[in-house]
């Protein structure tokens, strides 16, 4: 598969190593955690340990750097629409397979739906010469994106504000992808608009000032290279990897999962 456009890459000044050794350490931790998931959830072992917060920090420590250094992305990509129908295509493909499959819950609006979505988004501003760029833009993204992080659920608000939204708003499915599900609304990865394309938009806003004002040396020398590896392939890594899990509980469980 093809990720060439995705690749932190300055065509001026060489490659941004530090995206591909954090993106590689978000990868293995991911795989780290989806097998873990298995284990629990789809094997029956009891992890005392993984339950709540602690997974839910866990989760959104990979979710969360994912769509941020997807949106630092679009201070290097040539063609965001390509980008948007490739990510498309892959959440498309991601839905049809777990609905047939049915391991576990199947996926609809997932994180690759969130980043197609939020990569159309950033076409579109492109297509009318709109570049979202610099640090204040960045920080403002990203407190919108914490006042609405509870909109899926019925709120928004930060701390002791919180503002209940009209239930009208989530008596059907029609919008869950934007983030206002019915209360049947099911999906083993939830990922909608909003208010996760903020932060999408907020590792834009934030990497095209960095950019502009050069990066530290420190950063484009970082040397690691098993992990940066690893951060070069994301994609194909995402797909694989379940599926190998998978196939890797069945083995050490003996528990057949599909």
């Known amino acids: 598969m093809d990720t060439s456009e995705l690749s932190p890459k300055n065509h001026t000044e060489g490659r941004v190593v530090f995206f591909d050794i954090w993106r590689g350490f978000v990868i293995v931790s991911m795989v780290l955690f989806h097998f873990v998931y298995d284990l629990v959830y789809l094997s029956s072992i009891h992890l005392s340990w993984f339950a709540s917060p602690f997974i839910d920090i866990w989760r959104a420590s990979i979710s969360w750097s994912f769509l941020f250094i997807a949106g630092s992305m679009c201070a290097f990509s040539k063609n965001a629409l390509r980008r948007a129908c490739l990510y498309g295509t892959l959440a498309a493909l991601i839905f049809l ?12 609006f997932g994180i690759i739906f969130c980043m ?66 019915s ?13 996760y394309a903020m932060l999408y938009l907020c590792g834009a806003s934030f990497n095209r000032s960095a950019l502009k004002h050069g990066y530290p040396h420190a950063l484009m020398k970082l040397s690691c290279p098993i992990i940066s590896e690893i951060g070069k392939h994301p994609l194909s890594i995402y797909l694989l990897h379940q599926p190998l899990l998978l196939l890797l509980v069945n083995l050490l469980t003996g528990r057949a999962l599909f």
């Open 97 to 108: 397979i777990t609905s047939l499959v049915r391991v576990d819950v199947p996926i609809s």
């Open 183 to 195: 209360k049947y609304f099911l999906s083993g990865d939830y990922y909608p608009l909003l208010p």
């Open 116 to 181: 197609a979505g939020s990569t159309l988004l950033e076409a579109i501003l492109q297509k009318f010469h709109i570049t979202l760029q610099g640090y204040i833009p960045a920080a403002i993204f990203f407190c919108i994106f914490l006042f609405t992080l509870r909109l899926p659920f019925g709120t928004i608000g930060i701390g002791p504000l919180n503002i209940q939204i009209p239930q009208i708003l989530y008596t059907s499915d029609f919008f869950a992808w934007l983030g206002f599900p």
